[in-house]
């Protein structure tokens, strides 16, 4: 059952702790995207990765960061520097053609407290 | 940068109505466009794309996009909404420059609304 997954499904944490998002996907996709979700602003994108050990910051990427060391996994890691980190996180991925469809996990909804 | 409007941010609409969202992006140069969905509670998901050929383009639970290049645009279609239509909807914009090709720009969503 090929897909991506994103765990956990929620997420509590104190502020000033750091935490980290995972997201794994069996898809054979090169490309890899961490969005934020926040009511009435649509998709943001944090990092993206095109390729192993690769990365770029997208568009918000201050207080986040990211690894890419295998082609399934690229956790988001929510750092302290993060204002206002409280969102629901997207995991997508794609083969990195122009063309090609982003595919979505399911998402991780982190409230700090 | 690209950028994608979206001009509706919240559409209520009774069944059988028609609908149409708007959606108009800012790049110049090729370009691919999508639509995608997500339903209360389920993964965001694509409902139609364009990269080529007919400017009107078909999806899924009978949704149309049509890709007027002189307008920037690319609204999507019903002809006959249902209660099951009830989602929020989001237009993006795909790159194909450089460092950025392959990434999307998302606009900010409309929700529809449906009522029974």
């Known amino acids: 059952d090929g897909g991506i997954t994103q765990s956990p499904k929620y997420l509590f944490r104190k502020e000033g702790q750091n935490v980290t998002l995972s997201c794994e996907q069996n898809?054979?996709?090169?490309?890899m995207y961490w969005y934020r979700q926040d009511p009435g602003q649509g998709l943001r994108l944090i990092y993206y990765?095109?390729?192993?050990?690769?990365?770029q910051k997208g568009d918000i990427a201050e207080g986040y960061s990211v690894s890419r060391e295998k082609k399934e996994s690229f956790p988001l890691t929510v750092t302290s520097a993060q204002k206002n980190p409280t969102a629901f996180y997207l995991c997508?991925?794609?083969?990195?053609?122009?063309?090609?469809?982003?595919?979505f996990g399911p998402g991780t909804r982190l409230t700090v407290l | 940068a690209q950028s994608v409007s979206q001009h509706n941010h919240h559409v209520i609409l009774s069944e059988a109505a028609s609908l149409e969202l708007g959606c108009n992006y800012s790049?110049?140069?090729?370009?691919?466009l999508f639509w995608y969905v997500q339903y209360p509670g389920q993964h965001l998901q694509l409902l139609l794309k364009y990269f080529s050929g007919d400017p009107l383009v078909k999806g899924i639970k009978g949704f149309e996009a049509e890709f007027i290049k002189s307008k920037f645009s690319f609204n999507l279609r019903k002809p006959s909404v249902q209660w099951s239509d009830t989602a929020e909807y989001f237009c993006?914009?795909?790159?194909?420059?450089?460092?950025?090709?392959?990434?999307?720009?998302f606009g900010r969503g409309t929700q529809l609304t449906v009522w029974p």
């Open positions: 898809l054979n996709h090169d490309a």
């Open positions: 997508a991925s794609s083969m990195p053609a122009l063309a090609d469809t982003q595919y």
């Open positions: 993006a914009v795909n790159s194909d420059r450089g460092s950025t090709l392959g990434r999307l720009y």
């Open positions: 790049y110049g140069g090729t370009v691919n």
């Open positions: 990765s095109q390729i192993v050990n690769d990365f």
